[in-house]
């Protein structure tokens, strides 16, 4: 990296050669996780009221996939706040 820095270490710019989440530090006691820690639901349908998960599911693409469900969760969102 430039400048010498680590990106897997604190302080790094935070690139990663692997997956991995911690889910269930912030949100395991609302029941939204399966045995994996994985979301049940994600994109536009809510994992609990006023909860959504974007880009929790790894593919080719992610980011344009990731992106792909950002548009149709602020599509939901303006639905229900209708």
């Known amino acids: 990296m430039a400048g010498g820095r ?10 990663r050669d692997g997956f991995r989440q911690e889910l269930e530090k912030l949100v395991g ?7 994996r ?6 994109g536009e349908k ?3 009221e006023r909860l959504r998960f974007i880009g929790f599911v790894p593919r080719p693409s992610q980011i344009g996939f990731a992106a792909k469900q ?3 969760a602020a599509r939901a969102i303006a639905r229900e706040l209708r």
């Open 6 to 15: 680590d990106a897997n270490r604190p302080g790094g710019d935070g690139l």
């Open 29 to 35: 006691h609302l029941g939204v996780l399966d045995e």
């Open 37 to 42: 820690g994985w979301p049940h639901a994600t």
């Open 46 to 48: 809510p994992a609990a």
């Open 70 to 72: 950002a548009r149709r």
